[in-house]
């Protein structure tokens, strides 16, 4: 394919500062400048050798499906369930702005400027490949138990396919449920005991409770039908004591997984080219569902006493005390990084699928705004129905569920059973739930995949092998989560793979972008890509470097620390859903999950100091400089794109072409792609 570039001679030629730069010499006239009017043939490749995204809305969808998820349905709810209501979102919207956007926008202006997975494109720092690898390894392990989520939402939405839903209704074996547990009157003179937990039996008999004030005070507490469902029949968690108490595979269950796993893989098979057209109903038929709970929801007696929670708190809530509680802005901060998937790569191999000119900072700006939204109305449909449950159980809005995944495993489940119809809502309810799964999986794996591909380019002709390989070794690993104790396993990677260590990967990232990479050149990317006149969703504003300069040399990075040293100093093991903390060698297992994601940013710069000091020195440049400076061939993918680098000195136009005095790093051209060498590139 021809790089859109007239090369008149090649030929070497000094810089001011005496830099050999190799490079075509062009005509103004087939310099690719950015032209905000031009139309866009998305029928054809811009780079043919690593693809783009084949349609106009294809990349936005798949980012948007990439941050709107899961969490945004039950990991929202949850911290506001926990942290005062609806007052919880002043701190997530600050930390949008502060943290969320600034991260978000970066990530995908350095995926596109670059066309370079979350680990090759650390060529703009060699030193710090370690980060890239780190992302990697949070965006497996994410994978893992992301995919156990959507094999209940599968175990789910079959189990829909009844006439009856199965937890409309309490077994008589579920002694807890709402419905074997009624309010009675225990009349001893008919040989009924009235025992000190509040209960009453007769004949041995449990008939119900006589005083709920008392049950209560004995942890007797009702429990829906749903939970019962959720812990007795689909995962089994009721009968697990923890995480050394796994129990035997459940072969349902596994099924399910193994079935999320092939869907996985078949959507994935060509890459973006078919999972950029699936996300088209992926990434938009879960708002359809949502309106339409939500429309039910509201008509349930009760709904408004959970409405009411949600924007207000529980009665005699201080506003104040909730805003000045560093713990509220850690949690904020740690679902802005959960909901947007920022620092996991996922965002950088999207955007390096783009076209050069793709205007990402408008992108950035909408999918953030819009995945906030999302949770925020997703808030609504679940605190309608939270209020229903809590007037039927006869408690708190805040004491229904004990939280996390139950929120959307046992309060949802609990409202399609109140629909009419409810096979038909249970079934596309639980639908919605994989769909949504599924746009986050294909982002996470694209990652890993997109990375061993451009690390490994002769595997590129095996992709679909690769892909195979990687399903196959992450449904092994997640088999562990379809035992009894499933729950707890899922728990305790959600707790420590995905915590604190993206806080580190994030702080790595914008420190060596802003401070070693540098700020102005990376200002002076973005402007090449979309203009340097491109504020948001306009092309007529001036771009807003001031509010970037302050949020990434500045505000973002401080926001950062601060959260990671507030969680290093208030931590606390996860714990099991009824309080009892983790076992002391299962901490030590989440621990080691932890040091396993991060030590490669460690590990990596000291490893590549002693190669280069023992086995690979240059005497053109010191160590310093190979570890810490841009590789020669970082930058921009097409020849075309790269004539526009003229604000670096020495930047090598052409680094794939083979001119006299070029070392042999720099023939071998980028790991990223085939190391072919050609006068006129595809690349």
Known sequence: MSSGVEPIAYKTKEDTNGQTNYGFESSAASIDKYDPEEPVNYSVDENEERGNWSGRFDFFLSTLGLAVGLGNVWRFPYLCYQNGGGVFFIPYTIMLFLVGIPIFFLELSVGQFSSSSALTVWRLSPAFMGVGIAMCFVSALV???????????????????????????????????????????????????????????????????????????????????????????????????????????????????????????????????????????????????????????????????????????????????????????????????????????????????????????????????????????????????????????????????????????????????????????????????????????????????????????????????????????????GLTMTTNGGVHMLGLLDSYSSGFTVLIIALFEIIVIMFVYGFRRFLSDIGIMVGSGTCCMTGNWPFPWPYWCVMWLGITPCMCCFILIFQFVEFKHMEYSKGNPLEPWAQSLGLLVAIFVIIPIAIFPIGMFFYYLLFDQDDERTIWERMFTPHKDYGPALVKHRQLVDYVPGFIVDPWSNPEGMTDMERKGPPSYDNAVQSDTKY
């Open 143 to 477: 994978a893992i138990y992301y995919n156990m989520i959507i094999g209940w939402s599968i175990y789910y939405m079959f189990s829909s396919f009844t006439s009856e839903l199965p937890w409309t209704n309490c077994d008589k074996s579920w002694t807890l449920c709402l419905d074997n547990l009624p309010d009675v009157y225990c009349n001893e003179t008919l040989n009924e005991i009235r025992y000190d937990n509040g209960t009453c039996y007769s004949n041995n008999t449990l008939r119900g409770i006589w005083n709920d004030t008392i049950a209560k005070n004995n942890s007797i507490k009702r429990t829906s039908a749903s939970e019962e469902y959720f812990n007795k029949i689909a995962t089994g968690n009721y009968y697990s004591d923890g995480i050394g108490d796994l129990g035997p595979i459940r072969w349902q269950m596994a099924l399910c997984l193994l079935g999320a796993w092939v869907i996985v893989f078949f959507c994935l098979i060509k890459s973006i080219k078919s999972s950029g057209k699936v996300v088209y109903f992926t990434a938009l038929f879960p708002y359809a569902v949502l309106i339409i709970l939500l429309i039910r929801g509201v008509l349930l007696d009760g709904h408004l006493d959970g409405v009411k929670f949600y924007l207000t708190g529980a009665p005699g809530v201080d506003y104040m005390e909730i805003l000045g509680d560093a713990k509220v802005w850690r949690d904020a901060a740690s679902q802005i990084f959960f909901s947007l998937s920022a620092s996991w790569g996922g965002l950088i191999v999207l955007s390096s699928y783009n076209r050069f000119h793709n205007n990402c900072l408008r992108d950035a700006f909408i999918i953030s705004v819009a995945n906030c939204l999302t949770s925020f109305f997703a808030g609504f449909v679940i605190f309608s129905f939270l209020g229903f449950m809590a007037k039927e159980l006869g408690t708190d809005v805040d004491k229904v569920v004990d939280g996390g995944v139950g929120l959307a495993f046992i309060v949802y489940p609990r409202a399609v059973a109140l629909m009419p119809a409810s096979p038909l809502w249970s079934f596309l309810f639980f639908f919605m739930l994989i769909t949504l799964g599924l746009d986050s999986e294909f982002g996470l794996m694209e990652t890993i995949l997109t990375s061993i591909l451009d690390l490994f380019p002769k595997l590129r002709p095996k992709k679909t092998w690769v892909l195979l390989s990687l399903c196959t070794v992450m449904f092994l690993l």
